[in-house]
């Protein structure tokens, strides 16, 4: 259930841009996930987890990237470069804004790659924001100047290695 807390001074625009009641400016319905799982269908373990029941902890361990070995970097580049050639099976981009799309009745969404997912991800999180006389406001970036920096990029980076493990089907797989 989103929240409905008034947004602080430093966001003067209300009831304009998408992201303020994401997901459900697109979407009427969510998974709510029990346990360990999660995932747009609740049909994956949480970060950490794994196992049939989703019960296993899984502690990964992330290597510097100055001490990878030649071999560790190359699987690195050959892996983004599959991210790059491979449609994402699960998600798609919005291509409009809900009032470009009429309300939700003139749905304008896009097929893309798992890499570029992540791509347009981070850029949908720190772009201006719309206005309601078409201009934009420039002075805000959710992403990089609020709060939620933090922990906005540790799921992103978790999410991201989660696809490029799917996509590889190598479970061992972290980011450096």
């Known amino acids: 259930v989103p929240s409905n807390s008034p947004v602080g ?13 994401w997901p459900i400016v697109f979407y009427n319905r969510t998974c709510q996930c029990q346990g360990n799982f999660m995932g747009y269908n609740c049909g994956e373990c949480r970060f950490g987890y794994t196992g049939p029941n989703c019960t296993v902890r899984r502690n ?11 071999a560790e970097k190359d699987k690195l580049i050959a892996y983004l470069n599959l991210a790059k050639r491979t449609t994402s099976p699960d998600y798609v981009i919005a291509t ?27 850029y949908y999180a720190s772009r201006d924001a719309f206005l309601e006389d078409g201009s934009v406001w420039a002075d805000i970036d959710f992403a990089h100047e609020a709060p939620g920096f ?22 061992d797989f972290t980011i450096p």
């Open 9 to 21: 001074a430093q966001f003067p625009f209300s009831g304009i841009d998408d992201r303020e009641n």
């Open 60 to 70: 990964m361990i992330r290597k510097e990237i100055f001490r990878m070995t030649t």
């Open 96 to 122: 409009g804004t809900y009032e470009q799309m009429n309300n939700g009745s003139n749905p304008m969404f896009a097929d893309i790659n798992v890499y570029d997912l992540f791509v347009w991800l981070h």
């Open 150 to 171: 933090l922990p906005w990029h540790r799921f992103f980076l978790l999410l991201w290695e989660r696809e490029i493990q799917k996509v590889t089907g190598d479970d």
